[in-house]
């Protein structure tokens, strides 16, 4: 079964799972499928949802005599009639639930693989919320162990071994960490299912980002149990690729509604707030008469037509760059969510999550509340502008923020200082944080919508990044044109600003010193005809930099590149690849993942990267798809998109 | 044509609007019919969206001489093959766009009336959004004549005479009164397209205000030319009733989906990110795939899916007193409209609005961001609790936010400091604010779900109104067990809790002072078995009020009511009706806002209310269901639902 990485936004990434029954795309939902209490057929939720992926209980056939043989003798694919991939669980949930059942962990993984099923699920030991330390260890040590022991019988079935470790993080991340050493080829991440029946979301996403951080990137995660739509955005965002849905059912069978902000009761509704075809088919009259049975059906298939729909929202958001847009959206829906985004905005969190985040997306960033400023993208922003840049002069002017690109806002302003004296920065206190004036066209700064009017807490926080980056410099508030009178008499003949603002990007895009190093020689700048923006750069006659006009950042050439080769310490910006690539990527061809052997840390996926042998010769330019723990980890998919080779 | 309130939340309402073509409920949409441009029919807009009303533009069938015949000799309903209410625009709108539009002020209006129109619209002069405020008042100074002049050639047909004044609010409000004041049976508000283009909805909410605050309450208001569905429900909040949608068309033409969020272009989805029935009947390339005319017309269906659900959800939750949530939700998802809401948040506007915002609601009040805490719900408990409320004793203690109710989670507390001293009152320093213990039961507080960590603004603004609560007062911050040395012994052995919370509540719903005088006399409390909580109040054996265990709320009874009635001077409390209705409230009818002669201004939606007759003799006693305002304006529906009478 492979795995790799398409497209990617926060630490979510969309994915194709390849299966002994066909390849899917992640994030996906698999419908729980309970052969006896069928609400809708497999069959029927593929023309409806375009179902991929089912999940039934193995425990719950092998319970049931009839269904047992059938499935031991047609198969798990013919007792369901569904040709695409089967998941089976193990039990351990109804082990929670009820006292008397009793499995054998490992009689059940044999069921599961002679029954045909494409991913089957060791028995765990389910750690509740409530459990102390010692239980919860005790009950991981388990998890492994049976784990270990389910593996040498799963044959060529996928084995799903579930993360366990009640609410403690160390615990969750032990666990993953032992569970990806063993060979597991799926994730669950378990025994959460208590945590969003009490809405504690807060616990929710520690759990998730403490197993994720101990868990071997290239396999697919399943955060089983939970299938309220609602959550779905921020569990992607953080990694989970798989959720399966019970839900639908349970609470159709409760008369509720699932909605991708939260649940609304039949009977608390006047009309049908929705458009699905099940809302647009009936009024709400209408709905209510329908027999028990029907009215239990129409409402599933309406909680699934919503929690698909959430999915493809998803998968949209990932490839246009959204998906943090999405997932504060709906925390903004739900207060226990609220909560729940804080744990993002700690400094060890925001450290993780900013490792997977893309350095560009297509899409402006959006303000949506106080939470955007903690977006891992800012993070890096303002961690990339205090470690990177150096400004160039001595004193600095201030200038609040206004409409982008602020040097044609503030153009006036910027000339009459520049006549006076241009041996000055310009700053922009921006809601985003400080903006250097070269950097005012590159993304996201000239890429982002703020309100006019932010909150307390991005001020505060955006005042913090302000001060340290002015500290110990010699600053001027422009507060109108007297300020002009403040400004000492200063000329350098040499002044370029084309020129200052290609080594601040430099400096930003590949490292500090990048821009000094890259200008050394006779310069040519072509512009646009059309925008007047820089869009190619030549040294001494050599093509070394395009800017895209896109996001106002560089693609590298080769020329470029050899500049950086030469002043950057290995393994600084380089992707090294084992010898057996050399030849395909002189040929042009992507750098895959399983060729990579290792990648200097800092890499971040779309960033521009030097592509080199193990004796560290430059052999190709390219953009990272993966960051180096994944490009390590993965098997499957590029980890490096060539652009030009030597 | 008639129109009454039937649910209301914010100042928004759902409202029965009788036409001559049938009656509808409002808010609603009036898809724009283009009878040269038809992409869906009337028919099948009944058919797929449940259509109620259409638009058209009499200057377009005007235009075109077989329109225009056909219109004539069979009428408006025919020409659109729709039987019901059809509105007709005038070509104000084209003026504003072309230069050379040549349209009769009084010629289309009896066109209109010709054709058949249900409502037809005066030809009003467009003000646009950069005009001087002299152009703006010679523009209203036009508008108002010719709305004068065209009232006269209406004959049966309602008259929609549009409220301009570009972007001056005194203009705006000057415009609106002076249009409530000659008869216009219907209130666009028009020339806000511009603004809509420009995501201005700071001055949109700003005119929609300014509008609605000289109009008169009792006719339908139509944000004329706002179709996108994300502004529909804030603009509803403020008081629109109707709006129309050329958008569904326009932006498909421009493959443009509409969502309450915002917008997607085709070209940047990958997947149909919704689950309407045409984005659940195609995969994105087979959309992709459908000739030009056929995509356009079923992007064009999404789009009016998209919006007549929103006004559904808008419906929804109006009636269930959730209108503030779907605002503030979508603001969160934009900016520009996140700007706007801090109109909200200006003193006289939240004036304004407290005036219509019912006392309670079905729902728990849900913080979704920093604006909730300006809603008008709570904006009015912490004035009811600054003006209404009398704390008992001299020292209060004050324990910080927990779980609720209070009183429960502070048991054990509580009790240590009544055996101590029981002449001491405690405060909840909640996230909603101020909190009296002995009102902890009562809405919203017990019924409010923040989360743990509300945003700053919040948090100083309801330190702002605590600071005044306390004000001059002792105060004891409870910091631990530790606190009880603080505390000086003192007891009073006339003590009575339940007497302290019925007191406390009392004054807040009925005035200052009702409490005191509500339980002079031999006090009787009958509790629920089950709860443990109020249920029933009788004073010297009379029964005179009772608690609702949903809102925490009284329930007045006739008995309670003569106590009011005796203590509060007229016109507090009161809503005083004419001699005509005397005989049918006498038996137990609800007073008909047409019977209303006067009423106490303090009165607000849901408060208990004495009707009396114009001499002040207590005829009943009943539920508010509208303001006074109202009461005085509206000539249908229910003023007061009478509960009980003498």
Chains 1, 2 share one sequence.
């Not at 079964?1 to 939902?29: S, V």
């Not at 949930?93 to 059940?108: A, G, K, R, T």
């Not at 603002?501 to 512009?527: H, M, N, T, W």
């Amino acid at each position: 079964m492979t795995f790799e990485i398409k497209y990617r936004d926060a630490a979510g990434r969309i994915c194709k799972y390849a299966t002994k029954h066909g390849t899917i795309t992640t994030p996906n939902l698999m419908p729980v499928i309970n052969p006896n209490k069928l609400i809708i057929s497999p069959k029927e939720m593929i023309k409806l949802f375009g179902t991929e992926i089912v999940i039934t209980n193995s425990y719950i056939i092998n319970g049931d005599e009839k269904l047992r043989k059938k499935a031991l003798e047609e198969g798990i694919h013919k007792l369901l009639e569904f040709k695409g991939p089967i998941m089976t669980d193990s039990g351990t949930f109804q082990s929670y639930v009820y006292d008397n059942v009793n499995i054998d962990p490992l009689e059940i993984i044999e069921f599961q693989r002679d029954i045909g099923s494409d991913i089957g699920t060791i028995l765990d030991v389910f750690g509740k919320p409530d459990q102390t330390k010692e239980e919860a260890k005790q009950g991981i040590k388990e998890t492994i162990s049976r784990a270990k022991k389910s593996i040498k019988l799963k044959g060529n079935m996928a084995l799903a071994c579930t993360i366990q470790g009640s609410i403690y993080p160390d615990l969750r991340t032990k666990c993953a960490h032992e569970i990806s050493k063993i060979g597991s080829d799926f994730f669950p991440i378990g025994g959460v299912v208590p945590l969003m029946e009490n809405q504690n979301y807060h616990m929710l996403l520690n759990i998730i980002l403490s197993s994720k951080k101990g868990l071997n990137p290239s396999k697919p995660v399943h955060l089983f149990g939970a299938g309220h739509p609602m959550i779905f955005p921020v569990a992607v965002a953080l990694g989970c690729d798989f959720f399966d849905s019970a839900a639908y059912a349970k609470y159709a069978n409760d008369k509720r509604f699932l909605f991708s902000e939260g649940t609304e009761k039949l009977d608390d509704l006047t009309e049908l707030p929705c458009s699905c075809p099940i809302c647009s088919k009936y009024t709400l009259l209408e709905l209510k008469k329908l027999d028990e049975k029907e009215k239990i059906r129409e409402i599933a298939k309406h909680n699934l037509y919503i929690s698909f729909t959430e999915i493809k929202k998803i998968r949209n958001a990932i490839r246009n760059g959204s998906l943090w847009e999405l997932v504060e959206r709906r925390a903004n829906s739900n207060p226990y969510l609220l909560d729940a985004l804080k744990v993002l905005e700690i400094g060890k969190n925001k450290l993780w999550l900013e490792q997977f985040e893309p350095v560009r997306k297509i899409n402006a960033l959006f303000y949506t509340g106080n939470h955007t400023i903690h977006r891992p993208l800012i993070y890096r922003c303002h961690n990339r502008l205090l470690n990177r840049y150096s400004a160039l002069f001595k004193e600095t002017v201030i200038f609040p923020d206004g409409k982008k690109p602020y040097f044609r806002f503030y153009y006036k302003q910027i000339q009459d200082i520049f006549r006076k004296n241009n041996e000055i920065n310009i700053l922009i206190d921006a809601k985003i944080g400080p903006v250097p004036l070269e950097l005012d066209e590159m993304y996201p700064y000239a890429q982002s919508i703020f309100p006019k009017i932010t909150d307390d807490e991005t001020g505060k926080h955006v005042t913090k990044i302000l001060e340290k980056f002015i500290k110990n410099k010699k600053i001027i508030c422009w507060i109108g044109e007297k300020t002009l009178d403040k400004i000492k008499s200063a000329k350098s003949k040499t002044y370029n600003f084309d020129k200052i603002r290609i080594s601040a990007i430099s400096d930003i895009q590949f490292g500090k010193g990048a821009g000094k190093e890259l200008l050394k020689g006779k310069l040519k700048i072509v512009k646009s005809k059309k925008t007047g923006k820089i869009r190619n750069i030549y040294l001494n006659n050599k093509h070394i930099l395009s800017m895209r006009a896109s996001d106002g950042m560089f693609s590298l050439k080769m020329n470029g590149a050899s500049i950086l080769h030469k002043i950057f310490k290995f393994p600084k910006l380089r992707v090294i690849v084992n010898k057996d690539a050399t030849s395909f990527i002189k040929e042009g061809k992507s750098v895959f993942a399983k060729f990579v052997k290792d990648c200097d840390p800092e890499l971040r996926p779309f960033d521009e990267c030097l592509i080199v042998n193990e004796k560290d010769s430059l052999l190709a330019i390219g953009r990272c798809i993966l960051n180096r723990e994944e490009m390590l980890s993965f098997d499957y998919g590029v980890a490096v998109k060539t652009r030009e080779h030597s």
